[in-house]
């Protein structure tokens, strides 16, 4: 007869009861307590390569890049010859400034593991960071290749790209944007942006799924890039509303396409209720963060105006419209969610002309648009009472992006 086997937990002062609790903590992101309990560990079993290891990822997430490198080192040195110990230490001197050392670091994971996803992908950030665009092009293609529903390799690939085209280096880009497009007709960060480069008119507006990754990418470091580059539309509608709209006028408002809510100072005096609607779940948190919003909803614009007729007495887009080409369906949307007597505010980027249809897919990626065509298409819409200013949105490539600034009133 066999004896049942009996298991004793460990106490809590045993090794493997510290380890365990250390992860816990730093997988709740309790960092500094995580770090306490790994050097206890340490301090018992000063051979726990795994120990080292994760207390140089608690290192590297507080900022402390020197420490967290003795730590990696340490985990290497004791014999944890392991891929993500590598990786861990190329990021850790990528963090430290340390670049051609990362990039080594970066290399031997590779041998080890020459499926390691995010190993290319960052390896490709340091060489994009440095201009050595074909290597940056090469990883985050073989990033995506090995996980081709990873997002961020694709949205590294596409701002390499624009990058790329902004030094003058348009043909490279536009010979990688096509490659891209042809190994992956499925995503849409492929084709918009190999159309944009390529001078394709391209679809009559980006797909949902390209807003939603392009902005859920951006979501992080929006309102700091777009100061860098002198971002001035919710200003220059915020004056064009200020001309028609008496202060307190108490409102129902809609901030189509609200991103981050950059708009939303501007428009919280006039509101008596203020929405935010957009496609990034990111963006939508940064929004909310402001509290200025009584309601914020994920959702496409045009959906989700016309699921709401008559509901708003002003309308204000900054920056959206320049994501459609056709406005032949958003417009009459927009007419349908304002009361009579409405208004409509909203920026897009200016076409000088030449356009059969009255836009263009541009290369940066965005849609411009020829004023005579939005002022038709507003009329046919429903709209009166047109005014058009002209303004610069932003700097781009050391030039001004100029804009159209457009109030309507629905008729």
Known sequence: MSLPRIRIAPSAGHPDHIYDRANRAAADGDLERAEALYRQLLGIRPGHAEGHNNLG???????RCDDALAAFEMALGIGLDHPSVHYNRASALKEAGRYDEAVRAFHRCLVRAPDYVMAYNNLANLHSGFGRWDSAV???????????????????????????????EGEAALRHALLWRRDHPDQPLARHTAAALAGEAGDPRASDTYVKQLFDAFAGEFDTKLAAIGYRAPALLAEAVAAVVAPSAGLDVLDAGCGTGLCGPHLRPYARSLTGVDLSAGMLDKA??????????????????????????????ADVLCYFGALDAILPAFAAALRPGGRLAFTVERLAGGSAGGWALMPHGRYAHEEPYVRATLEASGFTAVTVGHGALRRECGEDVTGLVVMAVRA
């Open 57 to 63: 990822n608690v290192l590297l997430a507080q900022g």
């Open 138 to 168: 090469a990883g985050y293609r073989r990033s995506i290749t090995l996980a081709p529903g990873w997002t961020r390799a694709q949205d590294n690939l596409r701002a390499t790209l624009q990058a790329m085209r902004a030094v003058g």
């Open 288 to 317: 909310a963060a402001r509290g200025l919003y009584d309601r914020l909803e994920e959702a496409e614009l045009e959906a989700f105006a016309r699921a709401h007729p008559g509901g708003f007495d002003l309308i204000v887009s």
